[in-house]
């Protein structure tokens, strides 16, 4: 056995090997904790002395240990007996190299290269996270799931305990595949002819005879074609046992490239019209964030049969041709590519249905969910006294530990969720201290408030404290987090202190991916101005600034619930509020299944009932089954809405109650969307017990949430509003309610946020700027992510551009220049409309500034 050198800690155990297909999700999610600032040495494989592996991880930069053994051949044999005795010495060597490593979770990525990993992982009592490639899980991991916390699978129905939907993480150079703007550069970059309808046919590393030799005929057969191109990854093996049958086609019309492997697949992705491949776990995921359509030829004899399966999942759904490997010959490959080249509105339709089916944030989501489920071990940090932790199984632990401290040190306190449960915290009781990565002006709030704020995070700022919060943005590298560990300080996920919060309260949680802010924020303040009294936690800032929460006791706890972090399933609930189910694409929600599936536990679990836009078909889908009240402009809606008039700045509309009562609703912000959030608010209120004439009139008198339709002033005969729409609907709605008002023309500037979520979202930001007069695009704010090759606010441009070619949009990286710039754009008239999440809300300011400079 090969042993890890160095005496860096290692967090995570990837295990697992043997092909190609078990090893690049393993680093692609390894890659993915490299970008949260886990060292590449707190990142360690374990693999077999036979698999690729041995090239891949250390060509990767990755640790790499290496257990003896093979696979169980699936008949009876004398060579498992052999594979026995060497997967039980396996076993114990991976026991000695797990108390070496003492990893804080273990990741199976399949193969038999994890098995001996896996049973020492059980036997030391480490946390196990299993990932599935495939439709059809492999023996290792059907074994390794039994005792895993979790099993990320990557097809709706593998069957495996605890399974969670998230994709086949792929490739970082995969994901930012764009086929309709780096065709005419990959094809370049191969050696390709441009205007040519291209076959691309990938047989794998270690070749398809069959398949080979059916591209092989195809290609004589093709001869005298000067409108088509093949390119041909003929794969190492076959390319010497078949030598004799690739074709000369030197002098033919037909474009023919063979290659014995390649390594730029990215390039065959961009360039391909179509793929012609085996059904490989790996390959069908990269086809789907790709969007590419394929002929799929599954392996036959794959254990379990599992590559026919894959196929059937993209074929089934109009996303693939499938093609048994025994009927796969040269007539009937050129059949089906006639056919597709024939049928290029067809083509496009099973390239979009591919990308539907895609799962680009595989990566992220299975980093999420090894950062969810890993622990700190007995001995996994040195500890010099005890501090009670949270005992998930038992909400009345969370209670009694929250009862029982005193000082609570938070970590990235200047976030909109942190600040306000640092004053949530402080006000019941408890001496609060946090620190944040930058100075800012809700620093300066708390700390006038009494909370002690460090600037910058040093680990002699957790001295004292009883129990460090952390924020999803910060990671376990944080010297903070390093440093209350091992001083046996408890570290919680801020999702772990408000179910520790909730448990105790009665709790009403606003949820959505939409609207669940404002509709939050109304109803706390429909509630005080009532004389409800209630505590609440709104994740952003109120009008004027001041930081949104309050405590006054547990008799009714109003509080935002985020999905982006998997929080809101965390929360103890007795009413929700789901405004709308649509996806994010930074975690779960790039699978509508699962997003639904989240949504739907989270209504469940509300006892007392919820209160559901019914305007909204996934919040209808999500809620189902639960009780219910409904609200919107649907007819069967309980409380119904029916648009009046907009201004721009505010709305007009009648309400129609269950009990035949009809209301005027005049709320003071922009937009039906904020017209639907207060009645949301007002539906929740009056199941509360609030008149709804009272109810009514508070709403006319809500001042608003920071940077929701915010109006920040004017100058010149501009008028500037600053928004945090940061998803294609937002956006879409925002500029819908600007268009209600009266400017001669909206002048848009977008701010994308986090890589991320730009990776996985930008093409669907096409058609979101066309009510715009002119788009204005800036470099993408990273929120403390680090960089992502080939992402940036581009991406967002070539989309828009594409899908209409003649809106007036441009892309401007810097800030600074985007400010002179809208100076020189703006006229009397004009709408200044700022939309992010980032740190574009500035620019008004800085531009009204410079505009009373000129005058």
């Not at 290269?113 to 049973?119: I, N, R, T």
Request: proline letters at 4%.
């Amino acid at each position: 056995m090969s042993m890890p050198q160095g005496k860096a800690p290692v967090w995570v155990v990837i295990a697992g090997g043997g092909t190609a297909g078990h090893v690049y999700p393993g680093l692609a999610v390894a890659q993915a904790l490299q970008r949260r600032g886990y060292e590449a040495e707190a990142i360690h494989f374990v693999g077999s002395v036979r698999g690729v592996e041995q090239a891949l991880v250390p060509a990767a930069r990755f640790g790499l240990s290496l257990l003896p053994g093979r696979g169980i051949q699936r008949r009876v044999s004398l060579q498992n007996i052999k594979s026995l005795w060497g997967l039980a010495q396996a076993v114990k060597q991976a026991k000695v190299l797990l108390q070496q490593l003492n990893p804080a979770v273990v990741l199976s990525v399949g193969g038999y290269a994890s098995v001996a990993c896996v049973l020492a992982a059980k036997r030391l009592g480490i946390p196990l996270v299993v990932a599935e490639q495939n439709a059809v899980p492999g023996l290792a991991n059907r074994l390794a799931s039994r005792w895993a916390r979790v099993a990320a699978v990557a097809f709706p129905d593998t069957l495996l305990p605890r399974s969670t939907l998230i994709g086949n993480p792929v490739r970082q150079e995969i994901q930012v595949v764009n086929r309709h703007t780096q065709r005419d550069e990959a094809r370049a970059a191969l050696g390709l002819d441009s205007q040519r309808f291209l076959v691309a046919a990938v047989s794998g590393s270690l070749g398809a005879a069959r398949l080979n030799r059916a591209v092989f005929e195809a290609a004589r057969a093709w001869f005298d074609r000067d409108d088509l191109s093949i390119y041909h990854v003929v794969g190492k093996r076959d390319w010497n046992d078949l030598a004799s049958l690739r074709p000369d086609l030197s002098v033919a019309a037909l474009e023919y490239r063979a290659v014995e492997y390649c390594e730029q697949m990215a390039d065959v992705y961009a360039a391909a019209d179509l793929l012609v491949g085996r059904a490989g776990a790996s390959s069908v995921a990269e086809l789907t964030v790709v969007g590419l359509a394929s002929v799929l030829v599954p392996l036959p004899g794959a254990p379990g049969d599992h590559q026919t399966a894959n196929a059937a999942h993209l074929a089934t759904q109009g996303a693939a041709v499938q093609v048994a490997d025994h009927e796969l010959d040269e007539r009937r490959l050129m059949a089906e590519v006639n056919k597709l080249l024939e049928d290029p509105p067809k083509l496009a339709a099973m390239g979009d249905k591919a990308r539907s089916l895609g799962h680009p944030d595989a990566d992220e989501r299975l980093a999420d969910l090894l950062e969810r489920h890993a622990c700190s071990r007995p001995n996994h940090h040195s500890t010099s006294h005890h501090s009670p932790a949270l005992d998930s199984d038992t909400e009345v632990s969370a209670v009694s530990v929250l009862d029982s401290i005193s000082r609570i040190h938070l970590l990235g306190i200047g976030g909109a969720g942190m600040s306000g449960l640092a004053v949530l915290l402080q006000q019941m009781g408890k001496a609060v201290s946090g620190s944040d990565l930058a100075a800012s002006a809700v620093l300066d709030r708390l700390h006038a408030s009494g909370v002690e704020v460090f600037v910058g995070h040093q680990a002699s700022q957790v001295n004292g404290s009883d129990l460090v919060v952390r924020s999803t943005a910060v990671g376990d590298a944080n010297p903070e987090v390093l440093a209350a560990q091992a001083a046996g300080i408890a570290v919680w996920r801020r999702a772990e202190m408000l179910q520790a919060i909730t448990v105790r309260c009665a709790t009403v949680a606003v949820a959505g991916t939409h609207g669940k802010t404002t509709t939050s924020a109304m109803l706390a303040h429909i509630l005080s101005v009532t004389g409800h009294d209630p505590s609440y936690l709104v994740g952003a800032a109120l009008a004027g600034g001041s930081i949104g929460a309050r405590w006054s006791g547990p008799d009714c706890f109003i509080i935002e619930a985020d999905e982006s972090d998997g929080t809101f399933e965390e929360l103890r609930v007795i009413r929700g509020v789901l405004t709308s189910v649509e996806p994010d694409h930074l975690r779960s929600d790039r699978n509508p299944a699962n997003l639904q599936a989240e949504f739907g536990r989270f209504c469940a679990g509300a006892t007392h009932g919820l209160v559901v836009c019914a305007d909204d078909a996934g919040a209808l889908q999500a809620s189902e089954g639960c009780e219910r009240v409904l609200y919107g402009t649907a007819a069967f809606s309980d409380y119904r809405l029916q648009m009046l008039s907009q201004n721009g700045r505010s709305s007009s509309s009648k309400i129609y109650l269950a009990s035949g009562e009809i209301l005027a609703l005049d709320v003071p912000m922009a937009g039906q969307y904020n017209a639907l959030n207060a009645l949301g608010a007002l539906t929740m209120a009056c199941e509360l017990g609030v008149e709804a004439a009272a109810g009514v009139a508070a709403v006319a008198d809500f001042a608003g949430v920071a940077r929701r339709f915010e109006r920040r002033g004017e100058v010149a005969g501009v008028e500037f509003i600053d928004d945090y729409a940061h998803l294609p609907t937002e956006v879409s709605c925002a500029l819908r309610a600007a268009r209600e008002g009266i400017w001669k023309r909206v002048v848009c500037v977008f701010q994308p946020h986090r890589y991320t979520r730009t990776l996985y979202l930008w093409r669907d930001f096409a058609r979101s700027f066309d009510l715009a007069d002119v788009t204005i695009l800036t470099d993408i704010y990273s929120a403390g992510e680090p960089e992502i090759p080939g992402v940036s606010g581009q991406l967002i441009w070539q989309a828009v551009n594409q899908a209409n070619p003649g809106q007036d949009i441009t892309y401007i990286a810097s800030l600074d220049e985007v400010a002179q710039c809208l100076v020189d754009v703006l006229r009397p008239g004009d709408l200044c409309l700022t939309l992010g999440a980032g740190d574009l809300t500035d620019i008004p300011d800085q531009v009204m500034a410079m505009f009373q400079e000129v005058v």
